[in-house]
């Protein structure tokens, strides 16, 4: 009886033990991922807006919605200084 006890432990020991292997696997295969991903530098998505200082045609990383103060580059410069 004891010894089936025991035996009965340890099979759910090595359940366990599967388990966190998969786990496991799982984690460093989302992490190789992640590095495999990380090298490639983040494309902006670029919209096309209208400068509403100049009036001219200029692209912006984020989208311009209406009524936004879109600056072109030369402009953005400008501001700056
Ligand atoms: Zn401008």
Not at 8 to 27: C, G, T, V
Not at 34 to 52: D, F, G, H, N, R
Not at 58 to 63: A, E, Q
Request: with cysteine; net charge neutral.
């Amino acid at each position: 009886m004891e010894q089936e006890k025991i035996e009965n432990e340890i099979s759910m020991i090595y359940l366990r033990l599967n388990n966190i292997e998969e786990k496991l696997d799982k984690a460093l295969m989302t992490k190789e991922k992640q590095t495999e991903l990380k090298p490639t530098a983040p494309i902006k998505t670029m919209y096309p807006a209208v400068c509403s200082q100049c009036g001219q045609s200029c692209i912006v990383p984020f989208k311009p919605h209406d009524g936004a103060n879109i600056k072109c580059i030369s402009c953005y410069r400008e501001s700056k200084e």
